[in-house]
């Protein structure tokens, strides 16, 4: 288990944790070019789209933080979750269109994701790079709610 407490302990080092106390605290897993991209603020919004309903669908609120955690690496990020939509039987054509100036999502991905049952969809603001966070996570859920 992540324990929500230790996070803060070493975010303290990163930013002003008394922020943190209110909101709820995330841990999303993402893997290159897309974390990369967010990092230098050309993809603004963090989409994940899945056949069942898991988490982040409908977990994720406005305000909360996301802590962003390079596949197999450390936490690198923190972003404060602007705004969210939630699509449940989401076409994902129109997904695509809506969202992929924002998502920067290739073609294979949303082919990979027309199955999709579930869509989430967050407005990442003020991204901050952090001091690298190295956590015991070895399963392999790509999100994270911490408690």
């Excluded at 106390?21 to 993402?30: E, G, K, P, R, Y």
């Excluded at 993809?43 to 962003?68: F, H, Q, W």
């Excluded at 269109?97 to 082919?111: P, Q, R, T």
Aim: with cysteine; hydrophobic share 40%; aromatic share 10%.
């Amino acid at each position: 288990m992540i324990s929500k407490s230790e996070i803060v302990r070493q975010l303290a080092s990163n930013i002003d944790v008394e922020q943190l106390a209110d909101n709820n605290l995330h841990i999303a897993v993402m893997r290159n070019p897309y974390l990369n991209f967010i990092l230098d603020g050309s993809k603004t919004v963090e989409s994940r789209l899945s056949k069942k309903k898991i988490i982040p669908y409908e977990a994720v609120a406005e305000g909360d933080y996301i802590l962003l955690k390079k596949t197999g690496g450390p936490i690198v990020a923190i972003s404060t979750v602007e705004k969210y939509w939630y699509y449940q039987n989401p076409d994902i054509n129109w997904c695509k269109e809506k969202f992929n100036s924002l998502v920067l999502g290739s073609d294979k991905y949303w082919e990979q994701k027309q199955d999709a049952k579930y869509a989430s969809f967050f407005l990442l603001s003020e991204v901050t790079k952090i001091q690298p966070i190295v956590i015991r996570k070895r399963d392999g859920r790509p999100w994270v709610v911490v408690s």
